[in-house]
């Protein structure tokens, strides 16, 4: 069974930094790109950034180029995101999630709980 | 960046109804679309891949159809269990995008 468990989230000042992690499980994670996506409370669903299977090709969303920054272990299948500059804007429940591809451009079919980050002084 | 417009933004209906959701793409997208279904405090769920294909373990009463930019959504017979927000997602191109989902609540 795939299984995706976010952590990092937590209450941020605005222009600090926080790191998320993701930690999969049940799957050959190093077959498969993988994604953040982001809710705003009572929102819907914007996808964040992706990344291939062996880093190779990474994308963002234009509203967080240049201030996150996805990465990932293979041998520790692991997912991070490094969010810096954090803004009010930045408020969400952050999803992990897996697509059925290694490339970024492929549909996702697996998904975490997500983890809360609130930026806010 | 590709747009995906979602219609209805919500709807109401009886249980047994037929329901349908339309999801319209800025640009051709081929059949690289997604359907997920996300019910209150619970992450999204994989419903329909490739547009029409039916992930396993899905009910049947559910099906996607279309390609190109036009995309429809539908639940044969609504049951109390199907309330919650559905989400049609491109993925020909990155940024992937999502449309604005559609609130199913029963009348």
């Known amino acids: 069974e795939v299984q995706l468990v976010e952590s990092g989230g937590g209450l941020v000042q605005p222009g600090r930094s926080l790191r998320l992690s993701c930690a999969a499980s049940?799957?050959?994670?190093?077959?498969?790109?993988v994604h953040w996506v982001r809710q705003a409370p009572g929102k819907g669903l914007e996808w964040v950034s992706g990344?291939?299977?062996?880093?190779?090709?990474?994308d963002y969303a234009d509203s967080v180029k240049g201030r996150f920054f996805i990465s990932r272990d293979n041998a520790k299948n692991s997912l991070y995101l490094q969010m810096t500059s954090l803004r009010a804007e930045d408020t969400a429940l952050y999803y992990c999630?897996?697509?059925?591809?290694?490339?970024?451009?492929?549909?996702?079919?697996?998904w975490g709980q997500g983890t809360l980050v609130t930026v806010s002084s | 960046d590709i747009q995906m417009t979602q219609s209805p933004s919500s709807l109401s209906a009886s249980v047994g109804d037929r329901v349908t959701i339309t999801c319209q793409a800025s640009?051709?997208?081929?059949?690289?679309l997604n359907w997920y279904q996300q019910k209150p405090g619970k992450a999204p769920k994989l419903l329909i891949y490739d547009a029409s294909n039916l992930e396993t373990g899905v009910p049947s009463r559910f099906s996607g159809s279309g390609s190109g930019t036009d995309f429809t959504f539908t639940i044969s017979s609504l049951q109390p269990e199907d309330i919650a927000t559905y989400y049609c997602?491109?993925?020909?191109?990155?940024?992937?995008?999502f449309g604005g989902g559609t609130k199913v609540e029963i009348k």
């Open positions: 640009q051709d997208i081929s059949n690289y």
């Open positions: 997602q491109q993925y020909d191109n990155v940024p992937l995008t």
């Open positions: 999630a897996k697509a059925i591809v290694p490339a970024t451009n492929g549909p996702i079919d697996s």
């Open positions: 990344i291939s299977w062996n880093s190779g090709s990474t």
């Open positions: 049940g799957f050959s994670f190093d077959d498969y790109a």
